[in-house]
């Protein structure tokens, strides 16, 4: 139905509610981070006998100390409303798990034979129904509807530790700002905080001294009583020991051990224990005393399941008496190794689940603090926004006590005067001005400081809720991803088959074939007239320059002849008539070669006109064939990428169905190994029935004997042969009870 969507929304809500805590706790922490920087101001200047200096820090650090109240104040309601969000989602997990069991197990088996083709027989006995139905449901079926529940165990268990981890990230440490206080206040004399507001900060300092000498014997006198001599649920981590005999002591007192098995003695399964040991005692733990309710109460085969469980057994101790962590790997557990440090777990186990019975709802507060250990002392200095809370309502009082008792100091020294009193008084006045002067940069500089943050915290809200809106954005595609996948699927097959035909349609088609070959045509012919175009333009060049050399000689003739016609005329040369009528036969000559060659020329010009024209029209034509060709191939382009993005589709979804198949036999395996392992615990148990049956008979034979040797002569001593039966049926009462083998130790490293 709508549950996995309202899970989602609730996981989204609760992880945006987780991010706002932490941006919150960041502002505590700077606050925080001012507060102490003051708080030192102030012990300082006192340790100093510098009273302005330390009347300067205490009324700086009162000032802080409003602001650090009101930030944890809102980091307190932050996270009463996180843990609302986380432990409701944890709530319906619970309740649809429970309503799985109850009604959606049963309901989804019978769809499952339904599915196989088994119909219900009401009027059938129960026995024969149950065994039909284990004929006809496969094994793997059972095992899938198993792990659903398993799964929304798993969920649950997350969403309470998620609700821890809330409860972590808004905890505060406050333990070095009491130790200062409590320094400052023993330097002003008559400033001593009150005895329940002094046991808060001490407590929270980790201090079992006071600062004073006359008080110091106090607590020295207070001696706590040995563990021996109190109840288990005052005990504390450092009380424990890792013996056996302390942990079947601590066990014993909340659990029978006795009937986990009758094999191996208590004192045997400590010696080592096996893996199922420690989750078989913390269900039994969980039922005597309300511990570990979110334990899974199945013990799971593969190992990282394994692991989970002793890991969460751990880390709930570890929450429940307040330690950062226990000493204690889970896989040391699963190869028999580190064995104290598992004895130990156990102990603490017992601590713990004796502190949640007698405190239910109880956390890491459940013991008295003067009563915690050293290992615990170093970590308490971290606390839970309520507590830090209460610890700066403690500080405050004490800094307004140490205010009041400065007023009064300063008050009598001014009464004391000294030999010029107005002096005194005008470097007070000027120490005032200075310390005033920079008491108002000083406020500037951390005002301006706190507008950067603030909007810098907007920026970074503004930018989660947009990021926030993008997830759930991608979540819900990412719900109709399958859908979407088989349609991508159906696309892809009708594009593959259009694009196939498109690609047999191009290959056959002969009108590109014959465009093809028409470009190729025109490209040779205007390659042969290109050719025959140069040979013209060579020869056109020759008979230029011939030309130019004819009118060159023509010119030289003219001149000559002018010359002769001169001289001819002067009378000077008249011999040379001959020479001049041969000069005038060779000019007509060349000018009729002259004449010949312009018309040649003219007529080659026409010529190369014409084939201009043609050229110019066959590139035209070339041009347009071009065209059609770049077109062909920008269509084929596109053929060819639709074709490759569709192969790259398909093998994407190749591989994914490749994987998919990789894990449902990784999958289908384990479950035919697990089937395999039940066939052969089922064969084993038939076996050790054969072998009870025979040792029945056996034992029935034996005192058949017994019976008629006993009428007999020589009865007396036929009572020897039954002195060892009670042993079978000692194994026969055995047979109910739990077994622990070596061999479920992983081979060490």
């Known amino acids: ?74 980091l307190r309601g932050m996270e009463t409303q996180s843990q609302d969000k986380a432990n409701e989602f944890a709530l319906a997990v619970g309740q649809a798990r429970q309503e799985f069991l109850t009604q959606g197990m049963q309901a989804l ?28 449901v496969p094994p793997l079926y059972e095992l899938m509807v198993e792990d659903i529940s398993k799964i929304l165990q798993l969920v649950e268990q997350q969403a309470t530790g998620r609700g821890s981890e809330l409860s972590s990230v808004a905890s505060l440490e406050i333990g070095s700002a009491a130790e200062l206080v409590l320094r400052g206040a023993a330097n002003v004399p008559g400033a001593e905080p009150a005895a329940a507001d002094d046991a808060v900060l001490r407590s929270l300092a980790g201090s079992g001294t006071p600062a004073t000498p006359a008080a110091a014997a106090a607590p020295a006198a207070e001696a706590r009583p040995p563990r021996e001599q109190r109840p288990l649920h005052e005990w504390t981590a450092e009380d424990v020991d890792e013996t056996v005999e302390g942990a079947e002591a601590l ?106 019975k007698h405190q239910p709802g109880g956390t890491a507060a459940g013991g008295a603090l003067p009563q915690a250990s050293p290992q615990e002392k170093q970590g308490q200095g971290v606390r839970s926004a309520t507590e830090v809370l209460a610890a700066l309502e403690a500080i405050t009082r004490c800094i307004q006590s140490v205010m009041e008792r400065q007023a009064a100091r300063g008050d009598t020294q001014e009464r004391g005067g000294s030999a010029s009193p107005t002096r005194e008084l005008e470097n007070g006045y000027r120490d005032l001005q200075e310390k005033l002067e920079e008491e108002r940069q000083l406020r500037q500089r951390h005002e301006a400081k706190l507008g950067e943050l603030s909007q810098q915290v907007l920026q970074e809200r503004a930018a989660l809720q947009e990021r926030t809106a993008q997830l759930d954005d991608r979540q819900r595609a990412a719900a109709d991803a399958e859908g979407r996948v088989a349609e ?85 040369d008249s011999p040379l008539s001959e020479e001049i009528v041969l000069l005038q036969a060779e000019k007509q000559k060349w000018d009729v070669k002259v004449q010949s060659e312009e018309e040649r020329m003219r007529v080659i010009s026409s010529a190369e006109d014409g084939e201009r024209g043609k050229e110019t029209r066959l590139i035209e034509e070339k041009k347009l064939q071009m065209t059609k060709n770049d077109d062909v191939q920008d269509q084929l382009q596109v053929i060819i990428e639709e074709r490759d993005g569709l192969r790259d589709g398909m093998d994407m979804l190749w591989r ?4 998919a198949d990789e894990d449902l036999d990784n999958v289908s395996q384990g479950y035919t190994h697990l089937s395999d392992r039940v066939f052969e615990k089922i064969e084993e148990k038939r076996e050790l029935e054969e072998k009870l049956d025979q040792y029945n008979n056996l034992l029935k034979m034996l005192q058949d004997n017994f019976e008629k040797n006993r009428y007999s002569p020589g009865g007396q001593g036929g009572a020897s042969p039954t002195a060892k039966a009670p042993p079978a049926a000692e194994k026969a009462e055995d047979a109910g009870s739990s077994h622990y083998s070596d061999e479920e130790f992983e081979e060490p490293d």
């Open 656 to 659: 994914e169905k490749a994987r």
């Open 251 to 356: 066990l014993m007192q909340l659990i029978p051990l006795d009937g986990l098995n009758k094999k191996r003695t208590p004192q045997e399964l400590l010696a080592r224990p096996p893996p199922k040991f420690v989750h078989d005692v913390g269900l039994l733990i969980a039922q005597a005393t309300g511990f570990l309710q979110t334990l899974s109460e199945e013990w799971p085969e593969p190992r990282e399941g394994k692991i989970d469980i002793l890991q969460h057994i751990a880390d709930q101790v570890a929450a429940t008496l307040g330690l950062r962590s226990v000493d204690f790997d889970p896989a040391d557990v699963l190869k028999g190794k580190e064995v104290p440090k598992t004895v130990k777990l156990l102990q603490l186990l017992a601590v713990a689940a004796a502190r949640h």
């Open 488 to 572: 991508l699927r159906r696309q892809v097959e009708t594009l593959r088959a259009g694009l196939l035909a498109r690609a047999e349609k191009a290959e056959a088609n002969s009108e590109v074939g014959r465009l093809r070959a028409e470009v190729e045509k025109v490209a040779d012919d205007s390659t042969g007239k290109g050719n025959d175009k140069a040979k013209i333009q060579l020869e056109v060049k020759r008979l230029q320059q011939q030309q130019l050399e004819i009118e060159k000689n023509r010119e030289t003739m003219e001149v000559e002849i002018k010359r002769m016609k001169l001289r001819q005329a002067e009378g000077i």
């Open 109 to 136: 088996l019978n769809e499952l034979k339904e599915e196989e083709g088994v119909e219900a027989n009401a009027g059938a006995p129960k026995d024969s129904a149950e065994e039909q139905a284990e004929k006809v």
């Open 1 to 74: 139905g709508d549950a996995p969507r309202q899970w989602l929304k609730a996981c989204g809500a609760i992880t945006q509610a987780a991010s706002a805590l932490k941006q919150q706790h960041t502002t505590a922490l700077v606050f925080h981070g001012a507060f102490s920087e003051d708080l030192k101001l102030w012990v300082d200047g006192e340790e100093a006998h510098d009273h302005v200096m330390a009347r300067t820090g205490a009324r700086r650090a009162a000032a802080k100390l409003e602001k650090l109240q009101r930030e944890c104040s809102n």
